[in-house]
């Protein structure tokens, strides 16, 4: 069996984005510069064909690179 999605609108990945931002901040109990972060991956141009997995999965990536950068700072 083979399922088809539609390729995602800017506003659909923007809310994701947003869903899943808010659920790691109330998680993990820490505030992230969220429009940063959709405005990152909002222009990622494969965001559009792979939808919302490929979505949480460069948010996740981008945290952990925030982190890393914030440890190295400090």
Not at 36 to 52: F, H, P, R, T
């Amino acid at each position: 069996e083979v399922v088809f999605f539609n390729n995602l609108d800017a506003n659909s990945v923007k809310v994701i984005s947003d869903n899943y931002l808010k659920e790691y901040e109330k998680k993990y109990n820490f505030e992230l510069d969220k429009e940063s972060i959709i405005s990152e991956i909002a222009n990622k141009d494969d965001v559009k064909l792979y939808g919302a997995r490929f979505v949480k999965r460069e948010i996740k990536k981008n945290i952990i690179k925030r982190l890393e950068n914030k440890v190295q700072v400090s």
